[in-house]
């Protein structure tokens, strides 16, 4: 004999989630038509929904398989491709919008936390030895290829969940989450060239303080929102 019980109030375990549903989403991006991707962390998935918000469907799972990661924090869409930074298998999945895999990349360190990608390249930062790491990519077909290097950030950053490009890729923005600050540099290629402007640091609740930032991004007068 078995015995189903389904709990929906959330203190059995985790939700169950129909078409349509979200759980615990902790990164969205949008593509060129303006369809809206919402990722699912605990249940290693992206819920696709349409320009009106009509959901339309799943892709990813947990695993090592090409179209699968383990734990992300954060994924990025650019040229309309999928780049999701699999922290628990040290590596970048490349997808295109219907959840193909392209490319699995392998990171220059393990434990990739946040991407950012533009025409330029690609900056993956990390939480592996120093939460300060970033590694730099070049954009190859449909895969990155490491440049081999790392620039350590430590002394500005400590643990990187968002960062992103500026429309004409030449400053990079991070959100440095344990030292409630925002860090700017310049940047030319997959090269940092330097370090541009940086917030106030410490806890608080100044204009220009913050309390544990998640994610920063600009606009398209580079003016950026955390």
């Known amino acids: 004999n078995i015995f189903i019980l389904l709990d929906r109030s959330g203190s059995m375990g985790w939700d169950m989630t129909s078409g349509g549903?979200?759980?615990?989403?902790?990164?969205v991006a949008v593509d060129s038509s303006g369809n809206t991707y919402m990722m699912e962390r605990f249940h290693n998935r992206i819920s696709i929904f349409d320009s009106s918000g009509v959901?339309?469907?799943?892709?990813?799972?947990?695993?090592?398989?090409?179209?699968?990661?383990?734990?992300?924090?954060?994924f990025a869409i650019y040229n309309d491709r999928i780049y999701i930074v699999d922290y628990g298998g040290h590596r970048v999945v490349i997808l295109d919008l219907n959840g193909n895999c392209l490319a699995t990349p392998s990171t220059?360190?393990?434990y990739p936390i946040a991407i950012a990608i533009?025409?330029?390249?690609?900056?993956?930062?990390?939480?592996?030895g120093s939460s300060g790491y970033i590694t730099p990519y070049n954009i190859a077909g449909s895969s990155l290829n490491s440049t081999g290097f790392y620039y350590d950030l430590s002394a500005w950053?400590?643990?990187?969940?968002?960062?992103?490009?500026?429309?004409?890729g030449n400053?990079?923005?991070?959100?440095?989450?344990?030292?409630?600050?925002?860090?700017?540099?310049?940047?030319?290629?997959?090269?940092?060239?330097?370090?541009n402007n940086e917030t106030a640091s410490g806890w608080g609740n100044g204009t220009t303080q913050?309390?544990?930032?998640?994610?920063?991004?600009y606009d398209s007068s580079d003016n950026f929102y955390v």
């Open 21 to 27: 549903e979200v759980n615990r989403v902790i990164d």
């Open 55 to 74: 959901f339309t469907k799943r892709i990813g799972d947990y695993g090592s398989g090409c179209a699968e990661w383990q734990g992300s924090y954060s």
């Open 108 to 110: 220059y360190l393990n």
């Open 157 to 168: 950053l400590n643990l990187s969940f968002g960062m992103n490009l500026n429309s004409a």
């Open 210 to 217: 913050f309390k544990k930032p998640w994610d920063v991004a």
């Open 118 to 128: 533009g025409s330029t390249g690609a900056f993956v930062s990390h939480n592996s």
């Open 171 to 195: 400053k990079l923005i991070i959100a440095g989450r344990r030292n409630n600050k925002v860090v700017e540099f310049g940047v030319s290629g997959a090269n940092m060239t330097a370090y």
